[in-house]
């Protein structure tokens, strides 16, 4: 069974940074793609980072320049740093992995991330 794992979710300060991590277990390959997405209360999920196993990189315009996403495939793990965090920035964040972006077929349960003024 495949799972996605997330971890490092928590509360901090505005201005403040966090990691997160992300371990696919269940699985004898590698993803091509794998991702983080967050949604807030209220709104619809978007992406924050992607990452391919080639080394292609996308970011969601709102974290370009504070976020950066990174991955060891040995360990099946896919990291997000995220710095200068704000208010905005509060929402469950997911891990995903598939094909590409668009062929994405599994998900984690979610980390909550709350940034405080």
């Known amino acids: 069974q495949v799972q996605l794992l997330e971890s490092g979710g928590g509360l901090v300060q505005a201005g403040g940074s966090l990691k997160l991590s992300c371990t696919a277990s269940?699985?004898?390959?590698?993803?091509?793609?794998m991702g983080w997405y967050r949604q807030a209360p209220g709104k619809q999920r978007e992406l924050v980072a992607g990452?391919?196993?080639?080394?292609?990189?996308i970011y969601g315009d709102s974290v370009k320049g504070r976020f950066s996403i990174s991955r060891d495939d040995a360990k099946n793990t896919v990291f997000l740093e995220m710095y200068s965090l704000n208010l905005e920035d509060t929402a469950v964040y997911y891990c995903?992995?598939?094909?590409?972006?668009?062929?994405?077929?599994?998900w984690g349960q979610g980390t909550q991330v709350s940034v405080s003024s």
């Open positions: 269940g699985i004898i390959f590698t993803f091509n793609y």
């Open positions: 995903a992995g598939g094909i590409t972006a668009s062929a994405i077929r599994y």
């Open positions: 990452i391919t196993t080639g080394g292609t990189i």
